[in-house]
């Protein structure tokens, strides 16, 4: 029998497959499967309308058959089958020729031209299973006919058709897996708990059953220990995709195992959001909240993104288009029957259609976080606890251009009840004169309660922000203000909270005791920019607070940040002393008589403040030593 041989377009296409489109070999059963499944569907639509199709919708089925002695993996199924000229048009030609001529031609081109989806009409899913067979032979038997055709092929070099016995219609394909190599196991098609795993992984959902005889061990009847095999048929596939049910008919328990199982978490999750969007576009998400951070979520190996099933069939595990960076822990899938897929079905060809979709998932996220906010805070504050520096990051990133969205899903601890707040329950509260939102930061809760600026704030009966993650100043930098009162930094800006009568005092004596700060400048040295008294002090004797667009905290944070300490960015410091604290009369005292003793005084109360502010002794040996000397005195 003649060899006929593949139109030169399809050899290219061929070898273009099993070299380079699809980076899983894997995916050519989900491939196989979903054309059987198509089959079955034409003909199932056929019987709705057309009485001389006897098979129920109960008869039909996917099985999957193998034989690892011989190495043949088979797929049958008892769909529409194909007639000689279809096995011929629809295995033999990849892509016509006719339509790469029209694709090539350069009045297809340009604006209309690159609308057209030209690959996305040629399936080449079949060939797919060139990657892992070096064989392989389709019998078919078209439905309404009595004839039924072998094809054949060992790959590029051409197939045969002939005629051949088959008693139903429908499709048998039977792959001759290739030989095991040093890079790849090919046999591992052959284990049939690999193909139950790749059926539950890529074809869960298709309408119809996959069965295949599944051989298991149980204990002999009557004994202890002894076991023998049985062989089951199982089917495969659970068929009807839990994202279809509606949400009454589906309970917790099955949303349990069904995130456990496919997102392979050992927690249920926090909270499930199902999505049915109609209109400008059509979809159906089912998304899960976590209830704890992966392990490597804040690490760079951490990879956002929601399934994508296109009509049931899954055809990418992380689509990334679909979240935002700042919702990224969100698991999930999206499910669309408009999708437009180009050749492998792992790239969408269309990405508008994606980012419509992205934007409604988004709105429907949020909308769903503000709502667990306002009607379940104990569980919101724990998603808060998990991912809430997140959402602080994607408030800092892209300029502050996604504020609108999260500036009200964000949650400070405050000075109020040492609670969680939002910036919404921080100003409906604040007092009426309040015009600014307080804010400190530090390493810890505890370390910020202890700034001598926060107690001089709380006094005034103001409540203060803790801000204890890296991101946070950053954030609400980007922020700058929320429902028209700045953020205030307790430690850097000038707080305004003195009476008019003690400002005029302080201007004054800052005024006369110039010369003073000089010298205790230049006893410090190092990076202290500035000193002057304070009257906002309650009962600590210094503070030390920085001028300019940079923290004391912030500075730490950018210091340790890998790639930046080059650039050892500083904050303007600045030594406040406490006016109504005696140890300033002491200071303008030793001015007068001991300028040595005042040169050490400096260093010691310099170094206080930078404690109590939360930062490091620069010299600890010349420190202790000072204080050894003063004992002494
Ligand atoms: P696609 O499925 O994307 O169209 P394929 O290369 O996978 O592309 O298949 C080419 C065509 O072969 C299908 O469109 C279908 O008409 C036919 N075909 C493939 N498998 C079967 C099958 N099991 N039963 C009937 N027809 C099939």
Not at 240 to 250: G, M
Request: glycine share 6%; aromatic share 10%; with cysteine.
């Amino acid at each position: 029998m003649a060899k006929k041989q593949f139109k030169t377009e399809s050899k290219k296409l061929l070898d273009m497959m099993v070299n380079s489109i699809y980076t899983h070999k894997e995916i050519f059963l989900r491939e196989l499967i979903s054309n059987a499944s198509d089959a079955i569907d034409k003909l199932y639509f056929k019987s709705l309308t057309d009485d001389s199709v006897t098979l129920k919708k109960e008869d039909y089925e996917i099985r999957i058959t193998v034989d690892s002695e011989a190495r043949t993996l088979t797929l049958t199924d008892n769909g529409c089958g194909m007639t000689r000229e279809e096995l011929e048009n629809n295995l033999g030609t990849i892509a016509k020729s006719g339509s790469f001529d029209f694709k090539n031609n350069p009045e297809n081109k340009g604006e209309e031209g690159e609308k057209i989806d030209i690959i996305g009409q040629f399936g080449v899913g079949f060939y797919s299973a060139f990657m892992v067979a070096d064989k392989i032979t389709v019998e078919s038997r078209a439905y309404g006919s009595d004839e039924a055709y072998r094809w054949e092929s060992s790959g590029a070099d051409g197939y045969t058709v002939e005629p051949c016995e088959k008693e139903a219609c429908g499709t048998v394909i039977t792959l001759h897996i290739k030989d095991d190599t040093d890079d790849e196991k090919y046999g591992d098609y052959l284990n049939s708990y690999r193909i139950q795993a790749l059926v539950k992984k890529y074809s869960d959902y298709i309408r119809y059953p996959i069965r295949m005889l599944v051989e298991t061990e149980r204990i002999k009847e009557g004994t202890k220990d002894e076991y023998e095999k049985t062989v089951q048929d199982q089917t495969l596939n659970s068929m009807v995709p839990l994202w279809k049910k509606n949400a009454s008919e589906v309970t917790d328990e099955e949303y349990k195992n069904f995130y456990e199982e496919k997102f392979y978490d050992y927690e249920a999750p926090l909270k499930v959001i199902r999505q049915k969007a109609e209109g400008a576009s059509n979809f159906v998400a089912m998304m899960f909240i976590p209830s704890h951070a992966p392990y490597n979520y804040y690490s760079r190996d951490y990879e956002k993104g929601l399934q994508l099933y296109s009509s049931g069939v899954m055809i990418m595990d992380k689509c990334k288009e679909l979240l935002p960076d700042y919702f990224s822990f969100v698991r999930g899938l999206v499910d669309s029957s408009e999708l437009s897929l180009n050749i492998s079905r792992e790239m969408l060809q269309h990405n508008r259609q994606l980012s419509v979709i992205a934007k409604s998932v988004e709105k429907k996220i949020a909308s769903e976080l503000s709502k667990m906010l306002s009607a379940e805070r104990e569980k919101y504050e724990r998603f808060f606890d998990a991912f809430g520096a997140q959402l602080k990051w994607g408030l800092y990133s892209d300029y502050g251009m996604h504020k609108d969205v999260l500036q009200d899903l964000i949650l400070f601890k405050s000075s109020f009840e040492g609670k969680y707040v939002t910036l919404k329950e921080y100003v409906t509260r604040a007092k009426e004169e309040q015009n600014k939102i307080y804010f400190a930061s530090g390493d810890s809760i505890e370390k910020i309660k202890l700034l001598p600026q926060v107690e001089s704030v709380t006094a005034h009966g103001y409540e203060v922000l803790y801000l204890t993650e890296d991101v946070d100043e950053f954030a609400l930098q980007m922020l700058r203000t929320y429902s028209d009162k700045e953020f205030s930094n307790v430690c850097q800006d000038n707080l305004d909270l003195d009476t008019d009568e003690e400002k005029e005092r302080i201007k004054s004596e800052n005024e006369k005791a110039k010369e003073l700060f000089a010298l205790i400048k230049e006893s410090v040295g190092g990076n202290l920019h500035s000193v002057r008294f304070t009257a906002s002090l309650q009962n600590h004797p210094v503070c030390l607070s920085s001028e300019g667009a940079l923290s004391v905290n912030m500075e730490k944070i950018l210091n340790k940040t890998p790639g930046m300490e080059e650039a050892a960015l500083k904050a303007e410091l600045v030594l406040e002393i406490n006016i109504n604290h005696p140890i300033a009369e002491k200071l303008k005292e030793l001015f007068e008589s001991d300028k040595e003793k005042l040169a050490s005084y400096s260093k010691v109360l310099y170094t206080q403040a930078r404690l109590v502010g939360g930062l490091s002794v620069e010299d600890p040996a010349e420190f202790g030593e000072l204080i050894c000397n003063l004992m002494l005195q």
